[in-house]
């Protein structure tokens, strides 16, 4: 397929800021293409801790602003997905070798009022020796506090962005690499490397939203000298089986001054992370090393009464976060906020710098501002009262929505239920369609994983392995064992083959 024609923006990067973009620029009238080298979501946005909300260390770094910003967000994106995106309590046991008491309760008391809350409870002081999130904990920890954040499926969250921009237009093409950009009479002409072979493509704006790799692009793909750079700071996680059964998550000061989450994930796991290790290698090949595991198994098991031991990790993750550099000589210190840098010679070049999943609707609105002045166009910003694919839930209720679900499909396992309910939101249906049995959903591709899914997956969520499936459009992957992905694979073949 060919894809001719003037664009009105060229987006090189299908992660969180790219695909945010994307969407923005489509739902304004523009033209939109974008491009990804692998698959949406690939590197970075889906290797973060998963979580929508403001920062609570960045206030003892005194990044109010970026804090204020983050929180605002963390309140329009909560209803912007409610399927998705749902609220998170965080226990934090107080050490009183650390930060005193007094300090954490200002901190928590400012993170409550910085910005408008309407979704999330207040912060409190607990007493974990009465406390349900207590009893995990070391008895020596017998104060605390509780507060509120969000969480949400970050991988997924950059999908649903895709889908709206290419719902309203836009064209999305992944496994396509952006090779050179060169200038031609005040437009960019783009030459993409697909899987059937070079293309060009023409476009009156380019946004170089490539995360770790956006210096390179902008020095080796196009004409542009930017100003801006980024520090590549690396963070990993762990995954052992569930450490607790109730549902907060816990905040851990540890003796560095760094804070370590434990994270309720996929109901039968416990998610650890993360940590941040200056990187200078290829963000495509980063992986967690043993120095990390043992650290955070450290963090964990200084609080836990049952230590967490290297050997107990199923699943680990790392990322290249391409931080804004600001000169801060620790990486956990370094900024979060992001810088946006428009060129506009020999053509229109906007790149990105820095960010964070929280704020990713709030960069995409200022870069299509910016970049709508340019391009003549007067349509207003719009995504700050808008609802992804799947979130338009009855009253914005997702227990509602569950129950409602469980009458319409009463013979759906409860397992499945409640997994397409908080991935799919509303678009179950189109899953489900006129399915009823189980029998109906096809043949079961891999755990928990139908015929019907997948073929949505493949088609509507531009899912092409069975790495896509498993890893980034599901976390079916945790349930896989070696060699659990053949039969996937094959069904996989035998699409592409009938296709």
Same mark, same amino acid.
């Given at each position: 397929?060919?894809?001719?024609?003037?664009?009105?923006?060229?987006?090189?990067?299908?992660?969180?800021?790219?695909?945010?973009? =994307?969407?923005?620029?489509?739902?304004?009238?523009?033209?939109?293409?974008?491009?990804?080298?692998?698959?949406?979501a =690939?590197?970075?946005?889906?290797?973060?801790?998963?979580?929508i909300?403001?920062?609570?260390?960045?206030?003892?770094?005194?990044?109010?602003?970026?804090?204020?910003?983050?929180?605002? @967000?963390?309140?329009?994106?909560?209803?912007?997905?409610?399927?998705?995106?749902?609220?998170?309590?965080?226990?934090l046991?107080?050490?009183?070798?650390?930060?005193?008491?007094w300090?954490?309760?200002?901190?928590?008391f400012?993170?409550?009022?910085?910005?408008?809350?309407?979704?999330?409870a207040?912060?409190?002081?607990?007493?974990?020796?009465?406390?349900?999130?207590?009893?995990?904990?070391?008895?020596?920890?017998? %104060?605390?506090?509780?507060?509120?954040?969000?969480?949400?499926?970050?991988?997924?969250?950059?999908?649903?962005?895709?889908?709206d921009?290419r719902?309203?237009?836009?064209?999305?093409?992944?496994?396509?690499?952006?090779?050179?950009?060169?200038?031609?009479?005040?437009? /960019?002409?783009?030459?993409?490397?697909?899987?059937?072979?070079p293309?060009?493509?023409?476009?009156?704006?380019?946004?170089?939203?490539?995360?770790? /790799?956006v210096?390179?692009?902008?020095?080796?793909?196009?004409?542009?000298?930017?100003?801006?750079?980024?520090?590549?700071?690396?963070?990993?996680?762990?995954?052992?089986?569930?450490?607790?059964?109730?549902?907060?998550?816990?905040?851990?000061?540890?003796?560095?001054?760094?804070?370590?989450f434990?994270?309720?994930?996929?109901? @039968?796991?416990?998610?650890?992370?993360?940590?941040d290790?200056?990187?200078? *290698?290829?963000? =495509?090949?980063?992986?967690?090393?043993?120095?990390?595991?043992?650290y955070?198994? =450290?963090?964990?098991?200084?609080?836990?009464?049952?230590?967490?031991?290297? @050997?107990?990790?199923?699943?680990?993750?790392?990322?290249?976060?391409p931080?804004?550099?600001?000169?801060?000589?620790?990486?956990?210190?370094?900024? %979060?906020?992001?810088?946006?840098?428009?060129?506009?010679?020999?053509?229109?070049?906007?790149?990105?710098?820095?960010?964070?999943i929280?704020?990713?609707?709030k960069?995409?609105?200022?870069?299509?501002?910016?970049?709508?002045?340019?391009?003549?166009?007067?349509?207003?910003?719009?995504?700050?009262?808008?609802?992804?694919?799947?979130?338009?839930?009855?009253?914005?209720?997702?227990?509602?929505?569950?129950r409602?679900?469980?009458?319409?499909?009463? /013979?759906?396992?409860?397992?499945?239920?409640?997994?397409?309910?908080?991935?799919?939101?509303?678009?179950?249906?189109?899953?489900?369609?006129?399915?009823?049995?189980?029998?109906?959903?096809?043949?079961?591709?891999?755990?928990?994983?139908?015929?019907? @899914?997948?073929?949505?997956?493949?088609?509507?969520?531009?899912?092409?392995?069975?790495?896509?499936?498993? /890893?980034?459009?599901?976390?079916?992957?945790?349930?896989?064992?070696?060699?659990?992905? *053949?039969?996937l694979?094959e069904?996989l073949?035998?699409?592409?083959?009938?296709?």
């Amino acid at each position: 397929m060919r894809y001719s024609g003037t664009y009105d923006l060229l987006v090189v990067g299908g992660g969180i800021n790219g695909a945010g973009i =994307a969407r923005d620029a489509a739902g304004r009238g523009l033209s939109v293409l974008l491009c990804e080298q692998d698959d949406l979501a =690939a590197h970075t946005s889906s290797a973060s801790t998963k979580l929508i909300h403001g920062g609570l260390r960045y206030l003892e770094q005194l990044q109010l602003s970026l804090v204020r910003k983050a929180l605002i @967000e963390r309140e329009i994106l909560l209803g912007s997905a409610p399927h998705l995106m749902r609220p998170l309590r965080f226990v934090l046991p107080h050490d009183r070798h650390l930060r005193p008491a007094w300090l954490i309760g200002a901190g928590l008391f400012i993170y409550d009022h910085l910005a408008r809350r309407r979704r999330l409870a207040g912060s409190a002081r607990i007493d974990l020796h009465r406390h349900v999130a207590g009893s995990a904990l070391k008895p020596q920890y017998s %104060r605390g506090f509780v507060y509120s954040d969000g969480w949400t499926d970050d991988a997924r969250l950059v999908v649903l962005n895709a889908m709206d921009a290419r719902e309203r237009g836009a064209v999305i093409l992944t496994r396509t690499r952006c090779e050179k950009l060169e200038a031609e009479r005040g437009r /960019w002409i783009a030459t993409l490397a697909t899987p059937s072979g070079p293309q060009t493509v023409a476009a009156r704006a380019v946004v170089n939203a490539t995360g770790p /790799w956006v210096s390179r692009f902008a020095r080796e793909a196009s004409p542009v000298s930017i100003c801006h750079s980024v520090r590549l700071v690396k963070g990993s996680h762990i995954v052992v089986p569930r450490l607790y059964g109730h549902r907060f998550a816990y905040l851990l000061q540890n003796d560095d001054q760094r804070i370590v989450f434990a994270i309720p994930y996929e109901r @039968e796991f416990t998610l650890i992370g993360t940590t941040d290790v200056e990187y200078t *290698g290829d963000p =495509a090949a980063v992986r967690i090393d043993s120095t990390e595991v043992a650290y955070l198994c =450290a963090a964990v098991s200084r609080y836990f009464k049952e230590p967490v031991r290297p @050997e107990q990790v199923l699943w680990s993750f790392s990322g290249v976060r391409p931080l804004l550099d600001d000169a801060a000589k620790n990486p956990a210190s370094v900024t %979060r906020d992001y810088a946006l840098e428009l060129d506009r010679h020999p053509g229109l070049l906007l790149s990105v710098f820095g960010g964070k999943i929280t704020t990713y609707r709030k960069l995409a609105e200022s870069a299509v501002d910016l970049l709508a002045r340019e391009l003549g166009s007067p349509a207003a910003a719009w995504t700050a009262g808008a609802l992804l694919p799947g979130g338009d839930l009855p009253h914005g209720a997702y227990a509602r929505f569950l129950r409602t679900l469980e009458r319409a499909y009463p /013979w759906l396992p409860a397992q499945l239920r409640y997994r397409y309910a908080h991935a799919y939101g509303t678009r179950v249906a189109q899953i489900l369609g006129d399915a009823r049995s189980v029998a109906d959903l096809g043949e079961e591709l891999a755990p928990h994983l139908h015929e019907r @899914e997948a073929e949505y997956l493949c088609r509507v969520e531009l899912a092409q392995t069975a790495e896509d499936i498993l /890893w980034r459009r599901t976390r079916l992957g945790l349930h896989v064992g070696t060699g659990g992905a *053949g039969r996937l694979q094959e069904w996989l073949a035998r699409r592409g083959s009938a296709a």
